[in-house]
């Protein structure tokens, strides 16, 4: 069975600092791994996607995150936050060979303070 | 990628009535997905909507309460039905339109309030 923890259900950060928020996986095969952001009052929107081509992906709006695979670790980082980072972010796992499923993790509520 | 919109975008509904909800994607895909998001917590995968069969319910959820639609490639309804206030959520579709990936591109959401 697959499965995704966030380590953290809120993350509060100072603008201009940067941003960290945790992931492990379990899972049986060889994974896909997502991450999606969740502004206010909005859908999903799809961060960046991990599918073994490379460990370090880069994704939209400067967030990055590194399958580490040792770690069985998906974090999501980005360098420096801005304001508008401030949203709910979810890490997905999919096993292709169970029918195109997300799993979703619990969420990190990130917060960036001025 | 793919554009996903929905209709209603939010409601208020009476205990007891139904409610469907509509999805539509820009383009042809065979997968769809309705996924229901509780106050407060994460996504849970309702059913999956392949076009020309019948969806496929995830545990807890069943076919009475949240009958499915997929008339087309294009297009998706999910009916929640003799509602009840634990029926208040955000209802999302998504679709996988990147043949040989399983990628999920959502929708903005339907936002429920049962009274």
């Known amino acids: 069975a697959q499965s995704v923890t966030q380590l953290d259900s809120h993350v509060s950060v100072s603008e201009g600092t940067p941003v960290l928020l945790r992931c492990n996986y379990s899972?049986?095969?060889?994974?896909?791994l997502f991450w999606y952001v969740q502004h206010p009052n909005k859908g999903l929107q799809l961060l960046l996607k991990?599918?073994?081509?490379?460990?370090l992906v880069k994704g939209i709006n400067g967030f990055e995150a590194e399958f580490k695979k040792s770690e069985t670790s998906f974090h999501l980082t980005k360098p420096s936050a801005h304001m508008s980072d401030a949203a709910e972010y979810f890490c997905?796992?999919?096993?292709?060979?169970?029918?195109?499923?997300?799993?979703f993790g619990q969420g990190t509520e990130l917060s960036v303070k001025p | 990628s793919a554009v996903i919109s929905q209709k209603p975008s939010r409601d208020i509904c009476q205990r007891g009535t139904s409610l469907t909800i509509q999805c539509q994607v820009d383009?042809?895909?065979?997968?769809m997905f309705w996924y229901r998001q509780q106050p407060g917590q994460s996504l849970t995968l309702i059913a999956t909507?392949?076009?020309?069969?019948?969806?496929?319910?995830e545990s807890g959820f069943v076919i009475d309460k949240f009958p499915i639609s997929r008339p087309n490639l294009t297009f998706s309804t999910l009916t929640v039905s003799n509602m009840s206030p634990e029926d208040s959520s955000i209802y999302l579709c998504?679709?996988?339109?990147?043949?040989?990936?399983?990628?999920?591109?959502f929708g903005p959401g339907t936002r429920l309030t049962v009274l």
């Open positions: 997905v796992v999919s096993g292709w060979n169970q029918g195109g499923k997300l799993i």
């Open positions: 909507a392949n076009q020309g069969s019948e969806a496929t319910y």
């Open positions: 991990y599918t073994s081509a490379a460990t």
């Open positions: 383009s042809q895909v065979t997968m």
């Open positions: 998504s679709a996988a339109p990147d043949r040989g990936t399983d990628t999920q591109y």
């Open positions: 899972s049986s095969y060889s994974p896909s």
